[in-house]
């Protein structure tokens, strides 16, 4: 039986969190060691319940997970998105992590997660590029479509863990504003940022191509291009089905989750038939063959991660550590 209880919660909110920073490569690391607990059966995640009242664009998620190995921590995630909430001045976005002990149940502490739920989603687009490798031979060069939080912290974690590999950020948002911000922001971090005057541009320009938008209708309707573009689906509502159907390799966190909720992968689904056959499931069920033959191939690929509780719940458990000991 674990003896951490001490008699009261840990609460840790963004001014502690934004004060422990943000070590790009121990987060890797972390996002590893999840997927080594994957491979070995070592993690529990049940399917996340949608909770759904009046408007139906809002939802809040509930995200149990455990995970063993090193971590040995239990956990959840609830997490609101409220799309409305930028007319008012609020973050779409909100969420806490509560973690159990994992031997008693006991709850230890109380995360204000916003924050880490940005960091860990980044964290899996930084770990999955590490095993594409191959298609990012030298210099390459970064799209981005949307520059809010999420495309902000992408951009932190490709600048720290690729910076000096990134010929260019080429970049667009529907808001000019918001593009303006973020080509600033970059800017002032001596970065090489080019905005521009539409997502096409950036699609046709760069060799990873990331969507950061909270578009809930689709807009890339363009041919994939057959280069060796590495596609980086976060925001999972922003291909048109017909374009999928014709990417070579699709890989998804997991296939059960990702094909609900009308994400692109699941209007492929029911439009073309894209089926759980047709994609590779990360980590559990990549194809070594296959991914080499791609790879060698230089052939598109596209990584569509619906976000997975057992990350969430070891990125919160790698803070609760470090607020610990200080």
Known sequence: MSSEWRGEWLALRQPELTALGCDWRALCAIVAEVNDCLLAGDAVQPMKPYLRYGDRRNRIIAMPAYVGGAVH?????????????????LARAHSVTVLNDADSGVPLAVVDSGILSARRTAAVSACFLQQCEAWLSGSFRVGLIGCGPIGQMHLQMLDALYGER????????????????FCEMAEREQMTVKRCASWQEVYDQADVVLTCTASSERYIDVE?????????????????????????????????????EGTDIELWYRQFGGTKKLVQEWPERIDAKRWHDMAAARATVMFS???????????????????QKQ
């Open 166 to 181: 990134v010929l260019e950020y080429v970049v667009y948002d529907v808001s000019e504003e918001t593009c303006k911000r």
């Open 73 to 89: 921590r239990a956990g959840l995630k609830w997490i609101a998105s409220f799309p409305g909430n930028r007319t008012h001045g």
């Open 224 to 260: 994939p291009p057959m280069n060796g573009k590495i596609l980086l689906h976060i925001s999972l509502r922003d291909y048109e089905p017909r374009v999928l159907e014709q990417i070579p390799l699709v890989v998804v966190d997991r296939w059960d989750e990702v094909c609900r």
């Open 305 to 323: 991660p619906m976000g997975m509780a057992v990350y969430d719940i070891a990125i919160a458990e790698y803070y609760y550590r470090l607020a």
